[in-house]
């Protein structure tokens, strides 16, 4: 009955070599000649035929049973579990500037809240899914009308390496101490590096039991982030694409986070002219970014990309502490289009997703009595449940009212001021305009242009979120 050996994963992997440039209708089309041919009886497949535009889970089914020929189950073991092969269709999308990324994290399995806190990493129902899986990379393009007219360019069978490994297993302990400690209602994609705890919900409301607390969590999966995912793509999918520089070379480390602390750390209070001396940069001149940049050096990067930070979406973010204790800048984001937000929804909104699923990592320097800059280290954040869902999400609904209700502007002493949430009314984040000049601009929804803002998160928050260590003089 099949044409590979199920139980031999590179005969599997040379198989699903016969996917590539097909599209999802090929495929059905050749496996109904090849059924009109032998005269097979098998509805396999035939559920997922519907042209639905977007349906991604029918993709998936179309490949197990029009193409491999095994009828798609709610087995808990591995999809070709003769051979411990996982089978994951996903998609991948070309941008604008002609790179390649993964169009979205790639689920694993669902979290049983329950279950995994009885479970170790090795024996886990996850690393059973993710150990070996066959990658079926398709790309989306927003003009296709119907989803199976999409083409598959990449098959592969994909491990993660070693390094990944141990780094993939520090993220699941994470998860599931928080879920041991009755937090799984806390749980946040930006509390780990390379598998995250998506949600998973049908709608918002969703809830489930957890252990430990009587509040219901919402649903959630495990999963490979977007940004491994497409390091993953452009690493070991895609033949020749060029590669970020590893922190991590040769040495085999359990903790990256404590392993990146401590090279900083070793050249804690250095002034940065010490620091440019050290690592042949021209202290005169002062590049753009100099403080993230000395800090790359440290880590041994040369440009600004680190391999582990493109795989964990980690954000470096520099912060300067003053004499006298405090931080003079806030922390800005990306600018937001008007007319984009208020069509979002807060659960699935752009700044909201951005703060769920990103790492940042410090770097903290403070200006010593003599006013002379210095390195005093980092630390690697994420905002907390509390303050993303409740004080952030406070000022993002409110601005989006604002926009709705008709953006107020006035003139104060000369200075155009508005109605967005001001820095003094949330503790944590408010909005401020991010324009080049005053013809940088977006346009209002009632059709008005109007400068580029974004949302900032209010120095003195970023100030309260330091460690201890930072603020002693």
């Not at 639905?52 to 087995?75: A, S």
């Not at 002379?372 to 994420?382: A, D, I």
């Not at 949302?455 to 970023?462: D, M, Q, R």
Request: net charge positive; proline share 3%; charged share 30%.
């Amino acid at each position: 009955m099949f044409e590979y050996d199920k139980s031999n994963p590179i005969s599997i992997e040379e198989y699903a070599q016969n996917l590539i440039g097909k599209t999802f209708r090929k495929i059905i089309e050749d496996d109904t000649k090849k059924q009109n041919v032998l005269g097979e009886d098998t509805n396999y497949g035939k559920s997922a035929v519907k042209e639905t535009k977007r349906n991604k889970g029918n993709l998936g089914q179309i490949v197990e049973e029009r193409f491999f020929h095994y009828k798609c189950n709610n087995d808990s073991r591995a999809d070709f579990h003769e051979a411990g092969v996982e089978l994951k269709v996903t998609p991948y999308k070309i941008n604008k500037n002609g790179s390649i990324s993964a169009k979205e994290r790639l689920i694993l399995t669902m979290i049983d809240y329950f279950q995994v806190v009885n479970e170790t990493f090795e024996k886990s129902h996850m690393w059973n899914k993710s150990r070996l899986i066959l990658l079926v990379y398709y790309l989306y393009k927003k003009e296709i009308k119907f989803n199976i007219d999409y083409k598959i360019n990449y098959a592969k069978l994909f491990t993660p390496p070693e390094q990944d490994v141990k780094i993939i297993r520090h993220d699941y302990n994470v998860i599931v101490s928080k879920i041991r400690e009755g937090k799984a209602h806390q749980l946040s994609e930006g509390d780990t590096l390379y598998l995250g705890a998506a949600p998973k919900a049908s709608t918002s409301n969703d809830r489930r039991k957890q252990p430990f607390n009587s509040e219901l969590a919402k649903p959630r999966a495990f999963a490979f982030k977007n940004s491994y995912m497409t390091y993953v793509l452009n690493h070991y999918i895609v033949p020749n694409k060029k590669t970020y520089e590893p922190i991590i070379t040769t040495e085999s480390v359990d903790s990256f986070e404590d392993y990146v602390i401590s090279k900083l750390d070793y050249y804690n209070n250095c002034s940065v002219e010490e620091l440019c001396r050290i690592f042949n940069i021209e202290y005169s001149r002062k590049p753009k970014n100099l403080e993230a940049m000395l800090a790359y050096r440290i880590l041994g990067i040369k440009g600004n990309h680190a391999e582990e930070f493109e795989k964990a979406n980690i954000v470096v973010k520099t912060i300067r502490i003053e004499k006298n204790g405090r931080i003079k800048e806030n922390m800005s984001f990306p600018t937001f289009k008007f007319k984009e937000l208020i069509k979002e929804k807060w659960e699935s909104c752009t700044f909201g997703n951005y703060l769920r699923q990103t790492r940042f990592l410090f770097i903290v320097y403070k200006f010593d009595a003599n006013n002379v800059l210095r390195l005093k280290g980092c630390q690697f954040w994420n905002i907390p449940y509390d303050d993303l869902e409740i004080e952030v999400r406070k000022v993002w609904e409110r601005t989006k009212q604002v926009l709705i209700d008709g953006l107020e502007v006035n003139k104060v002493n000369g200075k155009n001021t508005n109605n967005f949430p001001k820095s003094t009314e949330n503790k944590v984040s408010h909005v401020r305009p991010h324009a080049k000049n005053s013809k940088d601009t977006y346009e209002l929804p009632d059709g008005r242009q109007y400068s580029k803002q974004c949302f900032w998160l209010n120095n003195s928050y970023i100030l309260s979120q330091l460690n201890d260590k930072f603020k002693d003089n």
